[in-house]
C-alpha cells in the first residue's frame, strides 16, 4: 500500500507541475509582479492558479461528471466573461507604475491580493481542467482501481500532490526571474510592466473572441 501511495503521490507531482509550466496569462502575471514587486509577490500569484487547479484536479476526481457537460454546454459564456477578466487585469497591469510599486512596503494583504488576481483568471478558464484531465491520462492516473478503503487516502495524496507540484512550479519559476531582477533599470521596469500587460491583454481578447465566436454558431449560425 505505501508504494502505491508513494506512486500516486509521484503522478500528482507530475501533473501538478505539468499542468502550471504552459505559460499563460497567469504566467505572464507571476513573472511581471516578480520584477516589480518581489520574488514572494510572484509566488503568491503563482499560488492562486494553484488553489485553481487543486480546485478543479477535486472535481474531476470525485467524479463530478456534470462539471464535463457544463463546461460543453456553457464553455462560450465562460470564454466570453474569462476574457473580460483576463483583459480586465491586463489593463491593470498596463497602467500600474513598477517603480513605485518596487517602493511600497508589500504587506500580506498585497500578497493575498495577488493570490485572489491569479485566481480570478485560472477560475474562469475552462482549458484548465482540460489541460488537468490529459496530464492525468498522460501518467496513466486511475483511482477506480483502488478500493473503498484506500481511495480516500489516494484522492487526498494525490489532490497534495498537485497542489506541491503546481507550488513547486511557481516557486522555481519566481526564484529564476528574481535572479535577473536586480539587473533590470527602472526604465527597462516600465517596458516590462507595459509589454506584460499588452499580453494578457491580447491573450484576454483571444478568450473573448473565441467565446464570441463560439455563441455566433450557436444561436446565431445553426
Same mark, same amino acid.
Given at each position: 500500500?505505501? +508504494? ?30 516578480? $520584477? ?12 492562486? @492558479? /494553484?488553489? =485553481?487547479? &487543486?480546485?478543479?484536479? @477535486? #472535481? /474531476?476526481?470525485?467524479? %463530478?461528471?456534470?462539471?464535463? =457537460? ?26 500600474? +507604475? ?7 512596503k508589500q504587506g500580506n494583504g498585497s ?7 491569479? %485566481?480570478?483568471? &485560472? *477560475?474562469? +478558464? ?11 491520462? @498522460?501518467?496513466?492516473?486511475?483511482? /477506480? /482501481?483502488? &478500493? #473503498? ?11 497534495? @500532490? !498537485?497542489? #506541491? ?7 522555481? %519559476? ?18 516590462? +510592466?507595459?509589454?506584460?500587460? $499588452?499580453? !494578457? *491583454? ?14 455566433? #454558431?450557436?444561436?446565431? !449560425?445553426?
Amino acid at each position: 500500500m505505501h +508504494n502505491e501511495m508513494l506512486e500516486v503521490f509521484l503522478k500528482g507531482l507530475i501533473v501538478g507541475v505539468g499542468a502550471s509550466i504552459p505559460l499563460g496569462p497567469v504566467g505572464v502575471l507571476c513573472i511581471q509582479k516578480t $520584477i516589480s514587486k518581489g520574488r514572494f509577490a510572484g509566488f503568491f500569484t503563482g499560488l492562486g @492558479a /494553484s488553489i =485553481s487547479d &487543486t480546485f478543479y484536479s @477535486a #472535481l /474531476s476526481l470525485l467524479g %463530478l461528471f456534470m462539471v464535463d =457537460s457544463f463546461l460543453d454546454q456553457y464553455k462560450a459564456w465562460v470564454l466570453l466573461f474569462g476574457g473580460i477578466v483576463i483583459a480586465f487585469i491586463g489593463i491593470r497591469v498596463y497602467r500600474s +507604475n513598477p517603480v513605485k510599486q518596487i517602493k511600497q512596503k508589500q504587506g500580506n494583504g498585497s500578497r493575498i491580493k495577488d493570490m485572489l488576481e491569479s %485566481l480570478a483568471i &485560472t *477560475i474562469t +478558464n475552462p482549458g484548465s481542467i482540460f489541460l488537468i484531465f490529459a496530464m492525468m491520462a @498522460a501518467v496513466r492516473l486511475d483511482v /477506480s /482501481s483502488y &478500493t #473503498l478503503e484506500t481511495a480516500p487516502v489516494a484522492v487526498r495524496i494525490l489532490l497534495l @500532490a !498537485i497542489f #506541491l507540484g503546481t507550488a513547486l512550479w511557481w516557486f522555481f %519559476l519566481t526564484s529564476l526571474v528574481s535572479i535577473f531582477r536586480k539587473k533590470f533599470r527602472l526604465k527597462q521596469l516600465i517596458v516590462i +510592466n507595459r509589454i506584460s500587460g $499588452i499580453v !494578457i *491583454i491580447l491573450l484576454g481578447i483571444l478568450s473573448f473572441g473565441e467565446g464570441l465566436f463560439k455563441l455566433i #454558431l450557436q444561436y446565431v !449560425i445553426k
